[in-house]
């Protein structure tokens, strides 16, 4: 079961910290944008006496199927303000959550979720993780899910798990496989699901969210199961070329130092992924090791893969650069809006120049599991390690509690499928042998 909603008093009228005014009684929303009545059942002092039971039918009834259907449970106690968000510049904005945000949650935000999780898909392998977790996993999280589009994905390829996409806005689809549910909360503030029962807890491009991120980690750590795994994924605009075709006065370079400027000044700095290994060290994960892709912004390789890649590359930021400065530039900045439009008409003509071989490397931090270590990594990313790219894209997954998994890392390691799997995606490596980091060309180079 998902964890009751969280009881956050605020005055009359009034936004508590998380979220809308439960002191009132408000009327709810469900995904279906019908209205539930506040409970009666409730006492005055917010405690609820008694709730009395419906009586279902032993047979298949329309009940039944409201439940098999239900799978957003606790989007139906979502406050209407909250579902409608906050409105400026035509953009929509949460209106929930311990913070002011400053990413959209609109459609235009939405579709670059969808463009950002193909991205990622194919730049580890068509996989959608690294973490080499249970083929039979229980229970997965994804933190800030977004459109929810990963929640989905590990939905339909894990139907043996429950999985959990939670996100401050709902904006998430309703029509969902059964064995996936969305929930709105702050994954800054106190966790609320039970502790030690998550296989795999995922988080992804969570820009301008998160400002104690060794708070979050360890949160983590404490709710994932001895020997599941933490990832997280996030870009880090330093931008850069290997060839010299950034010009020093570009303002494609000078978008990302904006960026890392008003991230610091909001308190959740853009250079924080890179400090992601030392989180989970101080966390307690075991055995981290991190991976440094590099991602081409523009369709400029000559690899059709990664002119793929790039092509994805350019459309997200195209429509990132509008949605981190369309509201931070003037608010957080004190920019003038005329000047930040000519700025990202300049950016957007430079990157559109397949000639300037700007890059973001992405950087890989995993833990090693004995032989799975290498999954995801190694070898099969040499293409993408040699390229030149734009921005820093950082995923790290790490292992919580490893030593306890020595029985069953021997009994894996009997599998004739993971031997197979393995020997065809690693030939240099037999069963039991460990690929770490250096084994990767070009690692140190970068």
């Known amino acids: 079961m998902s964890p009751p909603p969280k009881d956050k008093s605020s005055p009359a009228g009034e936004l508590g910290e998380g979220g809308a005014n439960m002191s009132q009684g408000p009327n709810f929303e469900n995904n279906h944008g019908q209205e539930l009545a506040a409970p009666s059942s409730m006492s005055?002092?917010?405690?609820?006496?008694?709730?009395?039971?419906?009586?279902?039918?032993?047979?298949?009834s329309q009940d039944e199927s409201y439940f098999e259907s239900s799978n957003t449970s606790y989007l139906t106690s979502i406050a209407s303000d909250i579902r409608r968000g906050v409105q400026e510049n035509g953009r929509t904005f949460a209106a929930y959550g311990l913070h002011k945000a400053w990413i959209p949650s609109d459609d235009l935000e939405l579709d670059r979720?969808?463009?950002?999780?193909?991205?990622?898909?194919?730049?580890?392998?068509?996989?959608?993780?690294?973490?080499?977790?249970?083929?039979?996993?229980?229970?997965?999280?994804?933190?800030?899910?977004?459109?929810?589009?990963?929640?989905?994905?590990?939905?339909?390829?894990?139907?043996s798990a429950t999985v959990i996409g939670?996100?401050?806005?709902?904006?998430?689809?309703?029509?969902?496989?059964?064995?996936?549910?969305?929930?709105?909360?702050?994954?800054?503030?106190?966790?609320?699901?039970?502790?030690?029962?998550?296989?795999?807890?995922?988080?992804?491009?969570l820009m301008m969210a998160i400002h104690d991120w060794p708070r979050l980690v360890n949160q983590a750590f404490a709710h994932l199961k001895p020997g599941a795994y933490l990832q997280l994924s996030g870009s880090v605009p330093d931008i850069k070329s290997d060839d010299g075709t950034l010009p020093p006065n570009s303002a494609f370079a000078h978008i990302g130092?904006?960026?890392?400027?008003?991230?610091?000044?909001?308190?959740?700095?853009?250079?924080?992924?890179?400090?992601?290994?030392?989180?989970?060290?101080?966390?307690?994960?075991?055995?981290?090791?991190?991976?440094?892709?590099k991602v081409p912004m523009n369709p400029w390789p000559k690899d059709k893969r990664l002119k793929e890649i790039g092509a994805f590359e350019l459309s997200h930021f195209r429509d990132t650069v509008s949605s981190?400065?369309?509201?931070?530039?003037?608010?957080?900045?004190?920019?003038?809006?005329?000047?930040?439009?000519?700025?990202?008409?300049?950016?957007?003509?430079?990157v559109l120049n397949p000639n300037m071989h700007?890059?973001?490397?992405?950087?890989?931090?995993?833990?090693?599991?004995?032989?799975?270590?290498?999954?995801?990594?190694?070898?099969?990313?040499?293409?993408d390690v040699k390229l030149q790219a734009e921005c820093l894209d950082v995923i790290e997954y790490?292992?919580?509690?490893?030593?306890?998994?020595?029985?069953?890392?021997?009994?894996?390691?009997?599998?004739?499928?993971?031997?197979?799997?393995?020997?065809?995606?690693?030939?240099?490596?037999?069963?039991?042998?460990?690929?770490?980091?250096?084994?990767?060309?070009?690692?140190?180079?970068?």
Not at 174 to 199: M, R
Not at 275 to 291: C, K, Q, S, T
Not at 400 to 420: A, C, G
Not at 432 to 440: S, Y
């Open 44 to 60: 005055a002092t917010g405690t609820s006496s008694h709730i009395e039971p419906d009586v279902f039918d032993r047979g298949r």
């Open 113 to 159: 979720n969808d463009l950002q999780h193909c991205k990622f898909t194919m730049l580890m392998g068509n996989r959608l993780h690294l973490a080499p977790i249970p083929d039979y996993p229980h229970k997965i999280l994804d933190l800030g899910t977004g459109s929810g589009i990963w929640a989905i994905d590990m939905a339909e390829q894990h139907p």
């Open 166 to 205: 939670v996100d401050t806005t709902p904006v998430q689809p309703s029509a969902v496989p059964p064995n996936l549910v969305f929930e709105i909360d702050d994954v800054e503030d106190d966790w609320l699901w039970a502790e030690g029962t998550f296989d795999l807890i995922h988080g992804r491009e």
């Open 257 to 293: 130092k904006l960026y890392f400027d008003m991230s610091e000044r909001v308190g959740c700095s853009g250079w924080e992924p890179t400090r992601w290994r030392r989180h989970l060290e101080n966390a307690g994960f075991e055995d981290i090791v991190e991976r440094v892709l």
């Open 324 to 350: 981190v400065f369309s509201r931070g530039y003037e608010q957080i900045l004190g920019g003038d809006p005329v000047d930040l439009q000519v700025l990202l008409a300049k950016a957007q003509r430079e």
């Open 358 to 383: 700007s890059w973001l490397p992405l950087s890989l931090s995993h833990e090693k599991l004995n032989h799975l270590a290498g999954c995801g990594g190694g070898e099969e990313f040499n293409d």
């Open 398 to 446: 790490a292992q919580k509690h490893k030593k306890q998994l020595d029985e069953l890392i021997f009994i894996r390691e009997q599998s004739s499928l993971d031997k197979t799997t393995w020997s065809i995606e690693h030939p240099e490596y037999g069963p039991g042998e460990v690929c770490d980091e250096h084994d990767v060309e070009g690692w140190e180079n970068i």
